[in-house]
Structures are given as structure tokens and as C-alpha cells.
């Protein structure tokens, strides 16, 4: 299989999710473009990397289709997908102020290969007021919890004041990837994967697409 | 100026923001690799595409190069730049459950070029119970008060079920780019603009980048 790119995965990652939705056993790259915004050639080309040699004039099979996405990407469509190839994520949520605490309910990867397991707070009190279908622990003892539990990925949910500390700290603990959902661009070894989806951010990226038309 | 590409884009302004909290006058583009974990051949290249002549062997200047990039953005580095060229944007926050609720301080967006003017929830209850330093709504009101405070982006939070038909309102409100924290991948005009970043859509970008290698 080819090298695939960084937009590219980005662009399979959501048209796996939009081909989990659709109700029809068959879609063509026009339709598709009519349901993503991408271009039909762009689609084509995306799924041209693939080792898939299905989909020709009368469109792609649906299901076959999002299968060979999940596979080349390593991800699962959904929870039964995950549990019969294996796939699955223990994740960690870290900051429980307002935002963390409103991810707390785990219905957010109700259906997926994610869970959460765990969450952290430096502060004691937050541990002890809130409360989770998983244990909810200080800070402190991320160290030990991480490796032991195997959790694969985090969160962050912290000030922009902590955030870089807590990254650190993170990395430390054997973490492989980071929500990130704090302003601040975190300085890591390129082997931590970071996803930056602050709402400034997110913000940023609407206006300069905007303005670049 | 050449038409710059989506990751090209989206790495600029990550740039951005990283220069906004470099102290140094001058940066290098190997310096900024082990910042931003980008090649510095890809740095570079992002840099060139912007009418900009500096940086040589001493490398960049950091607040003239962060100036240069906003321009060519259309995106503000802070609020007095904001202010300085007239760059400010009014935010809405569409569902108030307890993410919404948790976006509800203002200081998510201090020191940017954007604003929250107001909050909506179809459940007239919630725009009752809870507080922020600007008005909320009953998502009735939506048509009025949008193109009333000339709102531009608008952060979706509602549950799955109902984010494409509100999202389909906001856009017939006028609004003309969607932060969609979701998991629903929207099926709307070319002409909005929209940022998907969902936890699940951020923890299957991160498991497919670390899966890729």
C-alpha cells in the first residue's frame, strides 16, 4: 500500500464515518462529493491508495468500502467492528474543571473502539465531588494508574497555565496520543500524536478558510 | 500570492500560534521543527507561499513573520491586533447540555479575535437555569437574533440526533462556519465552512495517525 497522506487520512477517517451512516449498498464518488464538500476526484484519489479494487462505474459497495478504510487506517466502525478485529482503546480524560467534567459521561464514545477508564484532577477535591462510571483520581497518581490500566490515550482538558506540564507528564506515563483541547500548542516528542481541537483553534481554522475562500 | 493548500493552511496557523509564545526575536526553521515536530523543508516551503521575503541563514523574525502569516490568514494573532486591523468575530453556542454549558465563560476566547454574544437551547429551561455575560436564547429566536447581532460561527454542542437539522438552521440564519463538537459528520452547502472536532472524530484521527506510522 502507498504512503498515505496526512489530509488524505484525515479526509478517510471522516469519509468512514459518513459511509457508517449511509442506508444505501451502493455510492459513487459523486455522491460522495455531494455529501463531504470534497471534490469526486479527490475521493477517488483518497480511496486509489487504498489496496481496493472494487467500485467502478455503478459506485463503491458501502460496507466493503468503509471495511478497507477501517483496515488500512487501523480503525474500527463501530463496537462490534472493534470487538471482532481487536481493536480497542482505553483512553484517559485529564482536567476535570467545567469541560472535562462535561466529557465525563462515557455515552460520548457510546458505539466506538474508544473508552474511558480513567480520569484525573490535581486537584483532590474534584476527584471526590464529581462522579463517573470509571475511578476518578488525583493527579498524582497518574504514574501508576497509566501503565497499569494500559491506557493508550488522553484528554487534556487542563488550564492553558498546566497544560505543557501535564503533556509532559503524559508522555512520561507511556501515553501514545493527546486530545487536546487546551489554546496551547504542546511541545512533544514526535512520537506522541496530538490532536489540537480548542475552540480557538477550531475557530482559527473556520476564518482562514473562510477568508482564503 | 499562491493559493495556498488545506494541511499548508491549517499548519500556518498553528504557526501562529506557537510564534505568538515565542520570546526570541529571530526563530529558525529547524528550530521551529523541534517546536512543532513539522520538517523544517516542510516549514519552509509553508512559509514561501506567503508574500514574504524575509528569513535567510539567521533565520525568521518572529513577530514580523507572525504578522506576515495573520495577514495572509485573515486571522488575528491577539485582541489588539484584533482591534488594530478590525478583525473581530461574533460566536454563537447552540445547545446548552453540560458541554455547551461548560463553553458558557467567555474566557475560552480572551485575548482573540472572537467573541461569544449568545447561547441557544431548544429547552427553554436551560436558557432559564444557567448564566454567562451574554444573553441566552430559546433556539426559536435563532432566526432573529443571528442575522440581528451579525453572528458569523457558531459552536454546535446539541446531542447527535438533532446537529443536522440545527445545523441546517444556523445556515439558514446565515452563519458561515460551524466548530462542530458532534460526532455527526454535517451534510451542508460548500459555502459553510465547518471544523469537526468531536472526541471521537479527534481519538480516530489520532489512532489512525499512530496506526500509519
Redesign the interface.
Known sequence: MK?????S??R???L???LS?VKDERITSVQLE????WSSASIRKDISQLDYAGGVSNGYKVKELNAVICQA???AQDESDSKARGIS?K?CIVGL???G???L?NS??FD???SVTAGFDANVNRTEILSASFPLYPASRMNQIIPEEKIE?A?LTVSNETAQSMAERLVECGI????NYT???L??P?SV?V???S??????????????G
Chains 1, 2 share one sequence.
Open positions: 504512503k498515505i497522506s496526512e489530509p487520512r484525515k478517510l477517517v471522516e468512514s464515518q459518513i451512516a455531494a455529501l463531504t464538500g487506517l487501523g480503525i482503546h483512553c474543571g467545567k469541560l467534567a462535561a466529557l459521561e460520548i464514545f466506538t473502539a474508544f490515550y484528554i501514545k496520543g493527546i486530545v489554546s496551547v500548542k511541545i512533544l514526535k500524536a490532536e489540537n481541537v475552540p480557538v483553534t477550531a475557530m482559527n481554522n473556520l476564518s482562514a478558510k473562510i477568508s482564503l
